[in-house]
């Protein structure tokens, strides 16, 4: 069959005129945000601040003055007796303590414990100055004899026993070289003089002191019962 025959063609429809699309609503500007009030925070109040403690500049710890040592005050005699043969040398000192009731003095001593210190001692000493001395150490007890052959100052002796307790305590005066002496008649004038300046019983010690020192702290050299000697 052929195709049929087509049939008048519609009017289209008018096409409908398009209504204006409806005016927007108009957007609300938003109002401006308003925050929440913030949490009211206590005003921390202002803390004083104090004023920085000066540092008291270090003070130096005073040093103390070393205690004045009297063998330094000691001097030698110059002249001929005192020349050749005799040291100038100062001994081995130590400290050696006298005590008497509640009083104590200290004082320093060379100690002359062998033979050739023992035979010189305190010859040609100048000065022997207070606070100082000379202690002698012998290898046994036994009664002992003093002279003071070449000696310039006179000196207070003190004769100890083992036990350190006094025997007996005597002065003793200088015996330089009268003038014009010889050797000999010299040291019998000395040995004759020393007579009365022995121990009387054995000793192991024996010390010599400036004279006078002793009764310028207390103490008197005949009556030395009840001091203390040690060391």
């Known amino acids: ?120 001692g305190l010859m040609c000493r100048d000065a022997v100055p207070n606070g100082s001395g000379m202690l002698f150490v012998f290898e046994s007890a036994r009664t002992l004899n003093f002279w003071m052959f070449n000696t310039y100052v006179p000196l207070d002796i003190v004769y100890l026993d083992d036990d350190k307790r006094v025997l007996r305590a005597v002065r003793m005066e200088p015996c330089p070289r009268p003038e014009s002496a010889d050797d000999n008649s010299w040291r019998s004038a000395c040995s004759t003089a020393s007579i009365p300046y022995g121990s009387g019983s054995t000793a192991l010690y024996a010390l010599e002191l400036p004279a006078g020192w002793l009764s310028s702290v207390g103490l008197e050299i005949e009556n030395l019962g009840g001091v203390l000697f040690s060391w």
């Open 1 to 120: 069959m052929p195709p049929l025959q087509p049939t008048a063609t519609e009017v289209p429809t008018s096409t409908l005129t398009p209504v204006a699309a409806s005016t927007p609503v108009a957007t609300m500007t938003p109002m401006a945000t308003i925050s929440d009030p913030p949490t009211s925070t206590s005003t921390p109040s202002a803390t004083p601040t104090l004023a920085p403690t000066k540092t008291p500049a270090p003070t130096d710890t005073p040093t103390p003055s070393p205690t004045p040592n009297p063998l330094d005050g000691v001097r030698f005699v110059d002249n001929e007796d005192c020349g050749e043969g005799i040291s100038r040398e100062l001994l081995p000192a130590m400290e050696l303590v006298i005590e008497h009731g509640d009083a104590s003095h200290l004082v320093v001593v060379e100690v002359a414990d062998e033979g050739h210190e023992r035979r010189q």
